[in-house]
């Protein structure tokens, strides 16, 4: 364990929780020390103030998962960390009808850099960073101690990895893993591709959004953009939606949809399944057809140098859905860009309303699910924000 100490000026951010320090705020870095290497961190009058690991090749030099002076890191020290966080998820979620989640996310469950999805049986993990890979072999143990599943699968095809030298990886790190896990989520029935699909397989953060859409679908057409493999739509149809079209770029995603209908019973004669670029499709969509269209895009922003090109495609396909609502209608719109603040977003859409010349009022906003837990002070790893629209003249 190697002990650090901080400039006199960067202490409160550390004594209020937040999860990384910057390594202008370290008086002094030693020579020689490696990502993943434990460390400590005191102020000048050496007060202890917390544990993290030392990142080599990164702007934050430390990543903080701990308070405890003299916590050993070993194998025990994360299944102490997964326990905690999957006695948190099981608290509150119904087991009998939902066995996939966000088990670990990241810096809000004290691992930061590390992401672990449960989809049942099967785990899907990335490693963020160069400091939390160096870990691997104990948390696979600890994984595999605390949740005895049939297989972990590795997604680390994240490009932020590129910014530590660290090069994508996927592949099973345990067991065996199928290509395709059948999972449920709020009593449905969905199937997952953890190893070529999106994210890690499914979009488990859209949980509650999904079940919120349902009051709003009885006897409405409905347009479900960026469907992927038809999460909403599934919702949609059983709470009697009168049609849903799928549109995604994706053909593998939509045949997954396709499947997920069948998983639960749904008459696929009231779904459509259209393979298409959104913003296309939208142009050519005659205007009052759907009473509610769904806007889940992927993340238009991947880094601060695209905000202001990001924005642009949010408000275009924003002002497309709207200028094409059936009026009185809803409009369910998402960004999980982390670069786009929820304000932001907000008055963007304001701008898509006055250019449609279209009245919109929220009815009802979302961030993460439960199993996505935030630290209070870190507002960096805010990402997603969902609104229901009531769109009107």
Same mark, same amino acid.
């Given at each position: ?26 008086? +002094?870095?030693?020579? @020689?020390?490696?990502?993943?290497? #434990?460390?400590?961190?005191? /102020?000048?009058? *050496?007060?202890? =103030? $917390? ?50 989640? +966000?088990?670990?996310? @990241?810096?809000?469950?004290?691992? #930061?850099?590390?992401?672990? /999805?449960?989809? *049942?049986?099967? =785990? $899907? ?269």
């Amino acid at each position: 364990m190697i002990d650090l100490k901080l400039e006199a000026n960067r202490v409160g951010p550390v004594r209020a929780r937040h999860p990384w320090v910057f390594s202008r705020a370290l008086t +002094r870095i030693p020579d @020689g020390i490696g990502s993943g290497e #434990p460390v400590r961190l005191f /102020d000048g009058q *050496g007060e202890f =103030l $917390a544990s993290g690991y030392f990142n080599s090749y990164s702007q934050i030099a430390v990543r903080i998962w701990g308070y405890d002076k003299n916590e050993k890191v070993n194998r025990d020290f994360f299944r102490r960390r997964i326990d905690r966080a999957l006695a948190w998820r099981e608290q509150y979620l119904d087991r009998e009808k939902t066995d996939a989640y +966000r088990l670990i996310n @990241g810096e809000n469950d004290s691992l #930061p850099g590390l992401v672990i /999805d449960r989809y *049942g049986p099967y =785990l $899907a993990v990335q490693f963020h960073t160069a400091g939390m890979e160096r870990w691997r072999k104990e948390i696979t143990e600890a994984l595999v101690a605390a949740l005895k599943p049939i297989g972990i699968y590795e997604r680390s095809d994240l490009k932020v990895r590129s910014l530590e030298n660290e090069t994508p990886k996927t592949g099973i790190i345990y067991g065996k893993i199928p290509d395709l896990i059948d999972i449920r989520e709020n009593g449905f029935r969905f199937s997952v591709n953890i190893k070529e699909g999106q994210k890690t397989g499914f979009f488990l953060d859209q949980r509650d959004k999904r079940a919120a859409l349902s009051k709003y679908c009885r006897g409405r057409e409905i347009l479900n953009c960026f469907s992927y493999t038809g999460g909403f739509s599934v919702y949609a149809l059983a709470a009697g939606a009168k049609r849903v079209v799928n549109v995604d770029l994706s053909e593998a995603a939509l045949e997954i949809a396709k499947r997920n209908m069948a998983l639960n019973g749904l008459d696929t004669k009231r779904a459509e399944f259209i393979r298409a670029d959104v913003k296309d499709y939208l142009a050519r969509l005659e205007p009052g057809k759907f009473p509610l269209i769904i806007l889940d895009p992927p993340a238009f922003i991947k880094d601060r140098r695209k905000i202001k090109e990001g924005m642009n495609g949010y408000r275009r396909i924003n002002t497309l859905a709207l200028e094409k609502i059936s009026l009185p209608g809803i409009l369910l719109t998402c960004s999980c860009s982390t670069h786009l603040k929820r304000d932001d977003f907000r008055f963007l859409l304001g701008e898509a309303g006055s250019r449609a010349g279209r009245t919109l009022r929220i009815i009802e906003s979302y961030t993460h699910g439960l199993d996505h837990p935030e630290l209070v002070p870190f507002t960096e790893g805010e990402y997603l924000k969902v609104f229901f629209l009531a769109v009107d003249k």
